[in-house]
């Protein structure tokens, strides 16, 4: 078994490997990046030391969007299913659902192997390249994310969830008002523009999000019609923007307006209030509690490490009375240990 360590700034390292998983200290030799989301892309002031170059490794999506968002160190790319031998390990990326890219880490060492889900969704989220793992061999440890694991997450599936945006949209328009859908500029905006691609009217994304569509396009996912947000021309059309630029003005000269909060967060009642939205689209681009608990038990690994959790003991209980085990990635319990 490889010894896994929490990060101190965030991250998984694997010292034995020199390896950092969605890493940002400079202690090890390899970085790889499940995805472009900004809490796992390395800082580029950690990568800019001569002295000691490292490789950062991630999948062409993840790549493209990476550098759109401001990462300047090279990156190599490596698509899925491709085994890569890097020193005395191979790694090998597997379709993560979670947003376009966004991969699984395999790591096979002399010591055994580690799945590293980063985030992670299935069923997949139809804008990306799906949901896959490694399925001929056993794994000796896998790293899954449990952001929603509680019982009370339980998700719609994607067809609901679609057929509810194009009503939400649809109901809207008709009533004459401009529908608006917050989410975030990564993953959720073009998960929802591709549910709504064929619906027969302009959509428009806030300016931060709307170069990233390109990448979506140039990977195959089709978002459909679509702009750039405009304020003078941004009535009538369907729009996509996160909280933050609602916040700043967004769409604030739009009188009649319905608005739909769409995340996993949307399960709470009380986010109604506190966003002052319409309508709450329970839509995430993580998996619920039931198929984190399903795909452990498909899995069978020989152990757990949960990280990203609201109560590690809910899912640990649960995994533990399934015959698996488990524990909590926990970096104040680890510098106990130290
Ligand atoms: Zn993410």
Redesign the pocket.
């Known amino acids: 078994m490889l010894r896994i360590k929490k990060a101190r700034f965030h991250g998984i390292h694997i010292p034995e490997l020199a390896l950092g998983l969605d890493y940002s200290d400079t202690n090890v030799k390899s970085i790889v990046v499940?995805?472009a989301?900004a809490?796992?892309i390395p800082r580029n002031r950690a990568l800019s030391q001569e002295s000691n170059p490292i490789e950062v490794y991630a999948t062409p999506p993840t790549a493209a969007l990476m550098r759109l968002r401001g990462f300047r160190a090279p990156i190599r790319e490596i698509p899925f299913h491709t085994p890569i031998t890097i020193r005395n390990f191979r790694l090998t990326f597997y379709p993560a659902g979670?947003?376009l890219g966004?991969a699984m880490t395999f790591i096979e060492s002399p010591v055994g192997n580690l799945l590293y889900t980063?985030?992670c969704k299935t069923p997949a989220s139809p804008a990306t390249e799906g949901f896959d793992f490694p399925k001929n061999t056993p794994v000796d440890q896998l790293i899954i994310e449990a952001t929603f694991g509680l019982p009370i997450y339980r998700w719609k599936s994607n067809e609901e969830l679609k057929a509810e945006l194009i009503e939400f949209s649809q109901k809207s328009l008709d009533d004459g008002y401009t529908p608006i859908f917050l989410g975030y500029n990564l993953?959720k905006a073009q998960e929802m523009m591709h549910m709504l691609k064929d619906m027969p009217y302009t959509k428009q994304i806030h300016g931060a999000g709307f170069p990233l569509c390109k990448v979506y396009e140039d990977f195959g996912i089709s978002l459909g019609n679509y702009q750039r947000y405009d304020r003078k021309t941004s009535e009538g059309c369907i729009l996509f923007t996160p909280n933050s630029g609602l916040e700043s003005g967004f769409a604030s000269h739009i009188k009649k307006r319905k608005i739909a909060y769409c995340s996993g967060w949307a399960s709470h009642e009380a986010r109604r209030s506190q966003i002052n939205a319409d309508r709450l689209i329970p839509l995430s681009?993580?998996l619920d509690y039931f198929e984190l608990m399903h795909f452990c038990e498909q899995l069978q690994p020989k152990k757990i490490y949960i990280t990203h959790t609201p109560d590690p003991n809910v899912v640990l209980h649960e995994l533990k009375s399934k015959g698996l085990d488990a524990c909590y990635l926990d970096l104040a319990a680890q510098e106990e240990d130290a």
Do not use: A, L, V
Request: proline share 0%; glycine share 16%; no cysteine.
């Open positions: 499940s995805h989301h809490d796992h979670h947003i966004s980063g985030d993953g681009d993580h």
